[in-house]
């Protein structure tokens, strides 16, 4: 499959406290995003990592990528009720115009 | 600016007919995605548009076809449609096919197979 893997397919956690996901993929890529989905809505772009950077921030947002593990990570500090949704990771791989989701990592923050 | 937008919001067909759905991207973006995400699962790529031709396809059969338009707008259609068929399609443009970037995403077409 060209999907990446979202770990853990769910988090809780308590408003404040940091929230960590990881994605693993399968190939060489282009580059690596997150996006965030509410409750069935549509996908809004969090924030994009080269193949060739190795951290990025936004905000609270840092993204990790480990291209020799073929990984990254979505760290979202100070977490908020507000962030509660579904977070994705997508590759761009290399050769590729098109991005593949992972599964997903579904966060609820409680208040 | 207005964002991708998508029609029908929800559409409800019975097993064996066809869906048509509809999206139209932001003004100046010529790369239209479609993505199929079934309930609690991952989005699965379908199809790309570029420059009214299709650039690439996912694992779908041929019943999943698509095109997009001279005003750069895709439509996508489903032919004898399956339960399993029942999903959120999500349609997404981006700028240019040079490298991906960004995808700017529609608010989906929710389609249920009875």
């Known amino acids: 499959s060209q999907q990446g893997e979202e770990d853990p397919q769910a988090l809780s956690i308590q408003e404040g406290e940091n929230a960590t996901m990881n994605c693993s993929y399968k190939?060489?890529?282009?580059?690596l995003q997150w996006y965030r989905q509410n409750s069935g809505r549509g996908l809004v772009h969090l924030i994009l990592?080269?193949?060739?950077?190795r951290e990025k921030h936004s905000g609270r947002l840092r993204v990790t990528l480990d291209t020799s593990k073929k990984s990254s990570s979505l760290l979202i500090t100070a977490s908020r009720a507000a962030d509660t949704a579904s977070y994705f990771c997508?590759?761009?791989?290399?050769?590729?115009?098109?991005?593949?989701f992972g599964t997903g990592t579904r966060l609820t923050v409680i208040p | 600016e207005a964002g991708v937008t998508q029609s029908p919001t929800h559409l409800i067909k019975t097993r064996g007919q066809q869906a048509t759905l509809r999206c139209s991207p932001i003004?100046?973006?010529?790369?239209v995605y479609w993505y199929q995400q079934a309930l609690g699962l991952g989005l699965q790529f379908l199809l790309w548009y570029d420059e009214g031709e299709e650039r690439n396809r996912g694992n779908f059969p041929p019943r999943f076809s698509g095109r997009q338009f001279p005003n750069y707008s895709s439509e996508l259609n489903v032919n004898a449609l399956e339960l399993e068929d029942s999903a959120l399609y999500l349609c997404a443009s981006s700028p240019t096919r040079a490298n991906t970037g960004e995808l700017f995403f529609g608010e989906g077409s929710r389609l249920t197979v009875l």
């Open positions: 990592i080269r193949s060739n950077e």
């Open positions: 003004s100046g973006h010529t790369s």
């Open positions: 190939t060489s890529i282009n580059n």
């Open positions: 997508a590759t761009e791989e290399t050769g590729a115009n098109n991005l593949f």
